[in-house]
């Protein structure tokens, strides 16, 4: 049967409503939290939506982990990267802050940090480390110092009146507003208030009795609740939700979170706003298989698009091998632009194809001219210097013109 929101209750059939309330905060199957909505205690109903989807979720992690496989190396680098670079343009288009993928690349190639003044640098750069990086999420000055390292200077340099002004986070009323400018949810005030709601929070966060991806979405409900800053919340929210899955699922589904959201963020929207209402008193679950359903719908796409990606590559890596059975490190060459063409974000230029072939330079000129004589390749600049990628329809027409390449 369909979990229905209490509110829903409270309207259609008013009679039962106290006493479903009740049965459902008491039942032994329910997930009791230290931390109040709208002065009553939050809670989640560990009922069969969110065990099915929680095995799901698991269940399509392997099911990605053995696509992965599947995968070359080269590929799935390039694709983790593409996928890290949708992660951060998204979140920043959910909150309304322009950026393109260029600059996001740019900072993201910057091994001498001399991008470190630029903005996004704080973002992307947490979200490049995500895997590597142990981040300590127990106490308020944890989430300060993540805030301050992911988006401070944006948030600074965007209004210097939205830095933070109190002790840890703000001291000020805070409202937030939907996108024709009415106010939905009051943020918890004043700062002595959100320091006490956010302990409780990470106390929850921590609390292993609770079941890790529930945690995870109930945290991510709370920090939404609370809003402990006047702008980036919803930056920060998000980055240790996927920090948090990082730990448990594929590093994927990490870069995927907020590229989600974005295509559902209506439905996004209005699962804060039904776990908000006072007439739901605290009952968080369905905001939980809400969240769950953002989870399983990434992991789906994830899935379909690595699948569909690595039957091009073995059709194109056949006409690679056709088109260069005389030539092996030509045939590598032309992999790797494949495999970069299907997977990747930007061309590769004559050294990282050098680098990446273990080929000579002037073996992966004289390669890539001949190619180029056979119409197959995109060639775009990066200031002076060339990046190549395959021309994917070409090559398939070339097949279809001669079955006997050479």
């Keep these: 049967m369909e979990y229905k929101l209490l509110s829903s209750i409270f309207y259609s059939d008013n009679s039962k409503y106290e006493d479903l309330y009740k049965s459902r905060l008491n039942s032994e199957s329910t997930y009791k939290f230290n931390f109040k909505v709208n002065e009553y205690d939050a809670f989640v109903v560990i009922n069969h939506d969110i065990l099915q989807r929680a095995q799901t979720i698991m269940e399509l992690d392997r099911d ?23 992660e951060i343009k998204m979140t920043n288009e959910i909150e309304g802050v322009n950026s393109t993928r260029k600059e996001i690349n740019d900072i993201l190639n910057d091994i001498t940090e001399k991008n470190k003044r630029k903005r996004l640098y704080g ?12 981040i300590k999420l127990t106490e308020c000055e944890d989430i300060r110092k993540l805030y301050n390292e992911l988006v401070l200077k944006d948030v600074v340099d965007e209004d210097s009146k939205n830095e933070p002004d109190g002790t840890i986070f703000r ?41 890790y991806l529930i945690r995870i979405a109930v945290f991510h409900y709370i920090f939404g609740y609370i ?71 990434s992991l789906q ?3 379909g698009s690595l699948e569909e990606k690595d039957l091009k590559l073995n059709y194109f ?3 690679s091998n056709r088109l260069c059975k005389q030539d092996e490190k030509k045939s590598s060459i032309l992999y790797i632009l494949i495999q970069n063409t299907l ?12 680098e990446i072939s273990e080929t000579g330079m002037s073996k992966v000129r004289s390669s890539l001219k001949e190619l180029e004589e056979k119409e ?10 060339k990046l190549y990628d395959v021309d994917l329809d070409a090559m398939s027409k070339l097949d279809l013109q001669d079955g006997t390449l050479t």
């Design 343 to 354: 997977f990747g974000e930007s061309g590769l230029s004559v050294e990282e194809l050098s």
């Design 301 to 303: 796409d994830l899935c």
């Design 64 to 86: 990605l982990l053995e696509t992965m496989h599947s995968v070359p190396q080269i590929a799935l680098d390039q694709y983790r990267k593409r996928c890290l670079i949708d």
């Design 227 to 297: 809003h402990p800053f006047y702008d980036g919340n919803g930056r920060t929210s998000r980055f240790i939700s996927s920090y948090l899955l990082s730990r448990k699922l594929q590093i994927l589904v990490s870069y995927r979170l907020s590229y989600t959201i974005k295509e559902n963020i209506g439905s996004y929207y209005k699962s804060f706003k039904e776990a908000n209402d006072e007439k739901n008193r605290g009952d968080l679950t369905i905001f939980v298989i809400k969240f769950f359903d953002m989870l399983i719908k």
């Design 317 to 319: 890596g056949d006409i």
């Design 123 to 134: 973002l992307v750069k947490k979200y490049e480390l995500l895997i590597d990086e142990e």
């Design 376 to 385: 197959i390749l995109y060639i775009t600049k990066d200031g002076r210097k």
């Design 171 to 211: 001291k000020d009323k805070v409202y937030v507003q939907n996108p024709s400018g009415k106010t939905i949810h009051n943020g918890t005030y004043p700062e002595e208030k959100i320091i006490r709601e956010m302990s409780s929070g990470l106390n929850i966060l921590n609390n292993k009795d609770y079941n």
